[in-house]
Structure formats: structure tokens, C-alpha cells
């Protein structure tokens, strides 16, 4: 419990953090891998190269300043983080390197303001903020199927389209995959030749549960680095049969039971974390009235439509929207252009469960027209540090 006099004196500093925070944060993290370059093995890299990384912590150390005093009302955003953080393997001996160089760091920027006394409060506060990341974490430990990573084994590798394609993995020493809520990702980790450090990239799960195996479907990305790095070592170099380490399932982005209505919105490779739901809808609760509407260039780049139609069949109220910026073959779309709301309230209403996957920007506006639509029920999973999509805005995909 934090004394009256420790809330006070970090609340008071909330204001100077909002402005000098993603200073401190990227002070915070040069400190760090200077002085702990093995914790290199963990961070994204691509990330960190960004700035994505450093602003996200920013956003978090103010917002944790804010609610210093009811930290229970940033709890959705702890789990958040903490799914991710196990899925990383983060463990409780990582937050006192943490919490002495981010102690360090805003003494460093904020100088003679960061008094001894401004420094001891937020040394108390960190302590507890780790602790409750620390607990919260432990009990997704104990929940998923193993610990840390696990060496997989790749038993079938599939072209989806001209830039996705699925990687079936099964566990190395054999038996079943864990199981996992549709939607879910899994990280995998791997050593590319010539990297000094591992690469550790979150995959979405494309397939509804299955005992024997995970699928992840991977596109390849234009930009070898930093950001497809990862995603074009597995197309080029992983080949099946090769082996991969993995962690066990974990995301709070996931199809919720129930018999709302529901719609699957997806751009890009946005579609995969969609295939693992639609599955699990037709499988499961055929009669749930279902839309599934994806946007993509061209039908060369529409990875899954042939399983989408065929999970469809098994849907009694279900409903497919294709919209192609650029088509190919016209007849092979059921729009032209970009998603909008037009094309939205043909298959939302204001009672419609949204879950929503692609491109930041996609996903910005596409959260924007539901928002302006009344439609309240909206899920969506961004990988990556966390963004703001409050901006409504109609984007290419």
C-alpha cells in the first residue's frame, strides 16, 4: 500500500511526464541494452528502431502516474501488456533491471527536478505497479500450456496467396498443442545467421483449435528490415521440416461465446487471427448470424477466400463482402475501392459484435465508421506497441 504523501508526489508529476516522457523512455531503453544487452534477445527490435517501443512506454508511465491511486482501473491494460510479456518470455527478476534504469532515466532527463524525494516516491510506486504485473503474469504462466519456448517442428508449409503463407507447427517431442481461445497468437523465436541477438515476432493462430498442430500464415513484407525481418526469414528459409521455437497461446483479442449478431472485419493479413473465429462459428454455433467482410489490392493478394466460402456454406445466416482496391477480375469482387460505411451498414447494425484486424490505418478508420455508426461492441488486436485509433479517417488498406 503506498503512503498518501507517495500518491501525491507522483501524481504531481504526471504533467511533466506527459511532455518529457518518450525523452525519459528513450533514455530509459539506450541505458538498458547498454548495460543489459541480453535483454535484446526479448525486445522487438523493429520496434525499438521506430520509436514505437518508447512512446508506448511513455503513454504507460503517464497513465500509471494518473491512477497511481486506483491502479484497478488500468487493470484491462495491465492484462494486455502482460499477455504480452508472457508470451516473451518476461520474468519477475527482469523488473528490478527495469525499474532501476527507468529510475535512472528520469533523473537523467529531468535533472535538478527529479528530487531524492520525486525518486524514492516513484521507486515505491514502481515496486508496486511491478508487483501487480508480477502476479498477473504468474497466473498466465500457470495457465497456459507450458513455460517459455518450445522447439516445434514445421510439418506442412502452404501458399495462401501471393505474399501468405502457412507454417503447421507440431511440437518436437510430439503430443497435443495447448489449447487456445480463437483469435489468440502465439510468438515464435528464431535465430537468423549473421544476427547476434534472437528475433521473437507474435504470430495470430489462423485455424480454430486443433489438438495436433498450430498455423500461423505469414506475409512476406516488401521491407526486409527491420520490419520483415522475421516474416521473410520463415518464407525463405524455413522449409518443412525445419524446427522453430514457440510459445504457448496468449491475447486477450478472441471470439467471445454467445449469439449476438457478429461480424469479422479484416484488411491485408488481418484476415488470419478472422479464419481461427470463422472456424470456430461454423463449427460451433452455425445458426450465430455471421458477416465476414475483408478488403484487400487484388484477389492475388486475398489469402483464404476458398476456405472462407467453405465455412460459409456451414452458416446459416452468414454473409461475405469482398472489396478490392484494384481487381484483377471485377466479377470476382463484390466492391471496388475501399471499405466505407456504406458498405459497412450493409452487413452491421448498432447490435453487431465488431472485431477488427489489419493495418493501423485500416483499422483506424474502419473503428472510426462503427463508432459514428453506434455500434458499441468493437474488439480489435494491433501487434505492436499500443495506438491510438480514435482519428476517423478513410484509408487505402
Not at 513455460?147 to 501458399?159: G, L, N, T
Request: hydrophobic share 35%; charged share 25%; proline share 5%.
Amino acid at each position: 500500500m503506498l503512503s498518501q504523501k507517495t500518491i501525491e508526489i507522483v501524481k504531481s508529476t504526471a504533467p511533466v511526464l506527459e511532455v518529457k516522457g518518450t525523452e525519459i523512455t528513450s533514455t530509459f531503453y539506450k541505458n538498458l541494452f547498454t548495460n543489459h544487452p541480453e535483454l535484446l534477445n526479448i525486445f522487438n527490435h523493429a520496434n525499438q528502431k521506430k520509436g514505437r517501443q518508447q512512446t508506448a512506454l511513455a503513454n504507460a508511465v503517464y497513465a500509471a502516474a494518473q491512477n497511481i491511486d486506483k491502479l484497478e482501473s488500468i487493470l484491462p491494460v495491465v492484462k494486455q501488456i502482460a499477455h504480452k510479456h508472457r508470451s516473451l518470455g518476461v520474468k519477475p527478476e527482469h523488473y528490478p533491471i527495469v525499474g532501476e534504469h527507468l529510475l535512472q532515466a528520469i533523473k537523467q532527463v529531468l535533472g535538478e527536478a527529479a528530487t531524492d524525494e520525486i525518486i524514492e516516491a516513484w521507486g515505491e510506486a514502481y515496486g508496486v505497479i511491478a508487483g501487480v504485473f508480477i502476479d498477473v503474469e504468474e497466473n498466465m504462466y500457470q495457465e497456459a500450456g507450458y513455460r517459455d519456448f518450445k522447439p516445434f517442428i514445421v510439418a506442412k508449409k502452404v501458399m495462401e496467396s501471393e505474399c501468405v503463407t502457412s507454417f503447421y507447427l507440431q511440437p518436437k517431442e510430439g503430443g497435443n498443442v495447448p489449447t487456445y481461445m480463437p483469435g489468440q497468437y502465439i510468438s515464435v523465436r528464431v535465430r537468423i545467421p549473421g544476427e547476434e541477438f534472437t528475433h521473437i515476432r507474435q504470430y495470430s493462430l489462423s485455424s480454430a483449435p486443433m489438438d495436433e498442430y498450430f498455423r500461423i500464415s505469414v506475409k512476406r513484407e516488401a521491407e526486409q528490415n527491420p520490419i520483415g525481418k522475421v516474416s521473410n526469414f520463415l518464407h525463405d528459409q524455413i522449409a518443412e521440416g525445419s524446427e522453430i521455437e514457440v510459445s504457448a497461446p496468449a491475447g486477450d483479442f478472441y471470439l467471445e461465446n454467445g449469439e449476438s449478431p457478429v461480424a469479422f472485419i479484416s484488411g491485408g493479413v488481418g484476415i488470419t487471427p478472422m479464419m481461427s473465429m470463422l472456424e470456430e462459428v461454423a463449427r460451433t454455433t452455425p445458426k450465430r448470424r455471421t458477416a465476414f467482410i475483408h478488403a484487400s489490392r487484388n484477389e492475388g493478394v486475398h489469402a483464404f477466400k476458398e476456405e472462407v466460402d467453405t465455412h460459409m456454406t456451414g452458416i446459416e445466416n452468414g454473409e461475405v463482402g469482398y472489396i478490392y482496391e484494384n481487381p484483377l477480375d471485377e466479377s470476382l469482387s463484390h466492391f471496388t475501392g475501399y471499405l466505407n460505411k456504406e458498405i459497412l451498414k450493409q452487413y452491421v447494425d448498432v447490435g453487431t459484435e465488431c472485431y477488427v484486424c489489419g493495418p493501423a490505418p485500416f483499422m483506424k478508420a474502419v473503428i472510426g465508421m462503427l463508432q459514428e455508426m453506434g455500434v458499441s461492441k468493437i474488439r480489435y488486436e494491433f501487434f505492436g506497441p499500443a495506438m491510438d485509433f480514435t482519428k476517423k479517417e478513410s484509408v487505402p488498406v
